[in-house]
């Protein structure tokens, strides 16, 4: 047995999808762009969607129309992958990490305000496994300090927070169709937004900076600012879109198996969990636990290394942005600065997660764990 802690659910439907594509007129930059961007802001409940060719670009992207520009601040968490600081940094801005909550492991909200001064621009947030940021809480300060809040939902397609979609919170939502996400495109990322000329400034930023200029001649264009080849193409787009049409039972699968891990586990004093807010319904993109290691006479990597020797794949989301060398050459962050986001590295795994896991799949899991644990206890 082989289980690895995500996978893609690509059926023949999917398939058939993308081949209707190939045979088609149009690869790229046609009609599929636009209808997996109308899907997913129809879904979110978001009036523009603007798709890129990663969830790392859509980044770059919103950074980018919010004028992040060389020494503004975006206050972020150190506990997410470090495309959501790197976008920042691409358009000269300096991510000032705060530290995150121990239980749902999301960004702390009570310690973003000491993080804010004359050079802070926005607030980036990361709905951390998929459960969305105590939202209300962090637009109270951004309002406060005239901010505004890009959120980073790579994890989050699905999820709601007060029964409201993630994707129609923040001022910009980003998504990532990568095919360990909720949904897959292969590739593939975008951003949500409710303002008109966001979205536009968008489009055109994917585009190479590109503005035509039809008065002058169906032919010419003009570059006003400097964009990027960001685009995604149609051929991905048809896989996002007949995707799309199963998130739903995605996410209701994804919830099933994280219930059974919860309950499984609730009572083992070497395992913390991770807790999902009453506010929230989460899809659950990844099911991170904690080892108590103080608990074991066992490292992390050992559980670790046990559990790939009994054909269970696992991960640890994430090596904090702050231990990164280029974070602390370039901005002078080092291991101590943030205790909550360093204490919870030091004792995660990631465990299986995805739709196509079977029950018989989650209960060997389970049993492993436990068997390691058993096996361990000081």
Sequence with gaps: MLIPYGKQWISDDDIAAVVEVLKSDWLTCGPKVDEFERSIADYCNAKYAVAFSSGTSALHGAYFVLGIKKGDEVVTTPMTFSATANGAVYCGGIPVFCDIKSDTLNIDPAKIEGKI???????????????????????????????????????????????????????????????VKTITSGEGGMVLTDNEQFARKLKTFRHHGIVKKPEIG???YEIEELGYNYRLTDIHCALGISQLKKLDKFVARRREIVKKYQEAFKDIPEIILIKEESFAKTAWHIYPVQFDLAKLKISRKEIFEKLAEKGIKCQVHYVPVHYMPFYQKTFGYKKGDFPIAEKYYDQAITLPLFPKLTDEEVEYVIETVKEIINVNKN
């Design 117 to 179: 001064n004359f050079k802070t621009k926005a607030i980036a947030i990361t709905d951390f496994a998929g459960q969305p940021c105590d939202f209300d809480a962090i637009k109270e300060i951004a309002e406060k300090h005239n901010l505004l809040v890009v959120e980073d939902g790579a994890h989050a397609l699905g999820s709601e927070y007060k029964g409201k979609k993630v994707g129609s919170l923040a001022d910009l939502t980003i998504l990532s169709f990568h095919p």
């Design 218 to 220: 169906p032919w010419y």
